[in-house]
Each structure stands twice: as C-alpha cells, then as structure tokens.
C-alpha cells in the first residue's frame, strides 16, 4: 500500500509514497519533494489535524468541507485541544524544571500573537498568566474577566490613559520600558497613595536569530533600559542601573525585578541563557548595592515554532532544563536565592494550533529562467522551468508576514487527496500587489484546480493580529474546533462592518 492510496495521516509508512514528482531548479535549496503530498508533515500540524476516509482533512472531528459550508472561506481554524495541550506543557515543564529553583515559573501567554475573549478563558482555565501591551489589549482583558493581578503591561510608549487603566485593573506588573515611563508611572501610581507593581526591561546585549545569538555591548533599538556602562549621562551608570536606583526610591513605585525579552522565533537555547545568566548577575550586584530585594526575573519569549519543514524547535522541557542548569549554577555562585521565573511565549503556544483554509481560484503557470545557481548556463540555452501560481481567496491581508518578513510557509490540498504528480507552485493572494505571497514555494499536486481548499499550517501567531482591510477584504473569522463541534471565537467581517465607519460624503 503506498500513502497516496493511504488518506489517513500516519497511517502508513511515508517511505512508500509518490516519487514521481522532480524537484524543480527554481525551488529553494531548503525545500525537498515530499515523499508524499498528501502526508501532514510533522511537526506543522495541530494534534487533531487528520485525513478522513475521504481524503478531507478534518481537525477536531469536524471536517474542512463541513468547515467551509457553515463559515465560508477563508477561515482560521483552531484546534482547541492543541491550545490547550500547547499551554499546559509550557507550564508543566518549565514548573517541573524550576521547581527546586523557585518552587516553578510563571507563564504570561503574549496576546499580541493572538488575542481575544475565549483564548484568555483558556490560558488562565490552563493555569497560565497573560501579557497585553496595550489598552485595546486590557480592554480584551477585562471583557474576558481574568484577576489583573495575572495580567502584565509591556510597550515602550505607554499612556497616561494605559497606565491609568493598568492601575485601576490593579495589573500584577507593569514592565517599564525607560527612565522617562519610570517617572510616569510612579507619579501616577503616587497621586492615587498606590504603589505600582513594576518590572524593569533591560536590553541584554543579547540578540537570538533563529539558528544562533549574538552578544553586543550596546543596545540600538527602541525597547529596554541599555546594561552598558555610562548610558544615562552619569559615569558608570547604565541606563539600567539609574532605573533601579531610582525604582528603588520611588514612593509609588514596588520594584518587583527584571525583564529581558531577547527575539522571535528562536530554537537554540542558548541565547536564553546567556540572557538569565547577565540578567542575574546584574540583578544580584544591585541587590547588594542598593540593599534591596528582586523577587522576580522574567525571560520574555521568544521560543520558535515551525513553518515549514525544515524547522525544528525544540520541545518546551528542552529548552526549560537548559534555562533551569544557568539559573540553578548562576545563583549558586552568586550565593543568591533565584527569583521567581517567569517567561512569555506566545508564537510557540498558538503558532501551530491554526491554518488558513483557503479555496483556489485563478491558476496559471509560468516559465523561469533556471536561477544563478546554475552558473547562468540554462538562461543562455533558453531553458525555462515551470512555475505554477495559485490564487486564494484571502493573502496579504489575513497573512502580512511573508510581506513583512519574507516568512516562509507550507501548505498542503486539504479537501481531498491526489496521486497526481507535484508542481513547484507558489500561492497568492488576490491583493493589488505582486508581493501578496502566502507561500512562497511548494509543491502542490499538479491537478489543484478552482474550487479545491488549500491549508497554510502555523497561521495562529501574528496572522489574525495582523490582519487588515486592504483592498476592503473582510478579515476573516476565527473558528475553534474541538471533540466535533466547532464555534466562532471572533467572527468575521461583513461588507456592513467594512462601511460602518465611513462618515459619507
Ligand atoms: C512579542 C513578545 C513576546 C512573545 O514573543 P513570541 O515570539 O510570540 O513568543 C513576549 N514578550 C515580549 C515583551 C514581546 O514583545
């Protein structure tokens, strides 16, 4: 039996599967001919994404023909169960790592990944905390009903207004960004006779990349309070010791700790490390010399995901027990009880709990140039490979990130299987722009045709929250799938909501 006559996912051995697909010269070096184009490639899927007997993909029971029937297309589609799942192993394993450290660690979800009512029911019904950084944020916050002493505020130019706000939530923490929000808040906090609950944002001097990290003295960048020597004006203080001192002696202000928050889509946990050993060094040196107590320490988010399948992050426990060894050895060697941890994921939690399901409309194919790789030699002979387009019905508007980041992602034919051979494709959107790509490259089966749904996996991070109107497109709706019901969390738009605020003419 081989996997193309096989729907089901992991229901045969990928090894038997298609090999009559080439793979083209015009496909990046990274990207290899599956094995299988019907296989759900691990690890880019929701736990409950499948192939029914019917060649459909489904998630959570609930299939994507029923999917597209009752909600139309495109859709973001949660798979509830993997949310949760998701959360609770950030929470378990780095509680299980910590807990002879600081009794276990704090997770904030960040909501800019993805935010709205029913995901902060979730992540505090799951044990978690949650990061906003706005007042739209806590506004969604507050709807929710979630204790503010498990929400945190970051951003690097909060208002008086959001900080008002912060206060009257009664927020577990605002994280200062500078000295100038430090004065702030404090101020604000004080003519209420309250005390601000606030953590410092310092600026490491460490910068993860995906593959690796590199450590700089100075910080030039819009967030934190810089670590380097003499950066506030008096010798020998950093901007972020003057903070201290400052939080410190401020009337409304309780210093609870620091924060660091190094970078996005991070697999190696070095990088972490490095930060929780800087972070606690300095914390400790100022302890001593300003006689005060640090009871916390976070370490921001950051952890990578995978969007297509040469990624590979690491499992939570991995990353927790690598942070757990530095803090453990660095404390001990400071002769310092550690702080609470606490960290902030929110792309490794909700990244891979979504796709986009999109149907297919316009194909057409082009002929390219082999590129330089081949030394020019194709171009002069005139040889030319296929490259087929495939429109969908959503793009840059619902996923800004490969316009934004140049992102890479996958997709596979979702509403049935084919045993018809590849075709490097590349999937657009329907955008006035020739750079709406969602997926820049990938092999789809060569009988894709108008009508068919497409999935882009990994769409749950910074797709939705970064979602526009361009061109008037409704965003679409967000639906969360689980044990074979599946509900709208957050609607999608109706032409009604894209005209309600024009004022008229
Ligand atoms: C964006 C952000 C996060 C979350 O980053 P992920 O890459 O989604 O884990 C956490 N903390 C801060 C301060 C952030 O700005």
Known sequence: MTCSACPRRNGCSPVTAQDTTNASPLAPEWLSVPKDLNALQEPLWAKT??????????VGGVSVAALKEQFGTPLFVLDEADF????????????????????????????????????????????LRLDTASGGELAVAA??????????????NKSDAEVTRALDMKLGRIVVDSLDELVRVGALAEARGEQAKVMLRLTPGVHAHTHEFIATAHEDQKFGLSMAGDTTGQAGLSAAEEAV??????????????????????FEPDGFALAAEKLLRFLA???EKYSITMPELDLGGGYGIA???????????????????????????????SPRISIEPGRAIVGSTTFTLYEVGTLKTVRVDAPAVSGGRDADNNVTYPRRYVSVDGGM???????????????????RTSSAAGQLSRVVGKHCESGDIVVRDVYLPGDVAAGDLLAVPGTGAYCWALSSNYNYLARPGVVAVRDGSARLIVRGETEEDLLNRDMGA
């Open 49 to 58: 994404v499948e192939r029914n007997d019917d060649g459909g993909l489904a």
């Open 84 to 127: 949760r799942a998701r959360a609770r192993a950030f929470k378990d394993s780095f509680d299980a790592a910590f807990a002879d450290i600081c009794g276990g660690v704090d997770v904030y979800y960040a909501g800019k990944s993805f935010l709205c009512t029913a995901v902060v029911k979730w992540v505090e019904e799951e044990g």
């Open 143 to 156: 709807r929710a009903g979630i204790a503010g002493e498990r929400v945190a505020l970051h951003g690097n």
């Open 245 to 266: 001192a400052a939080a410190a002696a401020h009337p409304g202000i309780e210093l609870l700790g620091l924060h660091c928050h190094i970078g996005s889509q991070i």
């Open 285 to 287: 040196a100022m302890q």
């Open 307 to 337: 969007y297509t399948p040469v990624d590979t992050p690491r499992p939570a426990a991995e990353i927790a027990a690598a942070m757990a060894d530095v803090v453990r050895s660095t404390s001990a060697e400071l002769g310092i009880d």
């Open 397 to 415: 508007s619902d996923n800004a990130r490969p316009v934004l980041y140049d992102a890479d992602y996958s997709a596979v034919l979702a509403s």
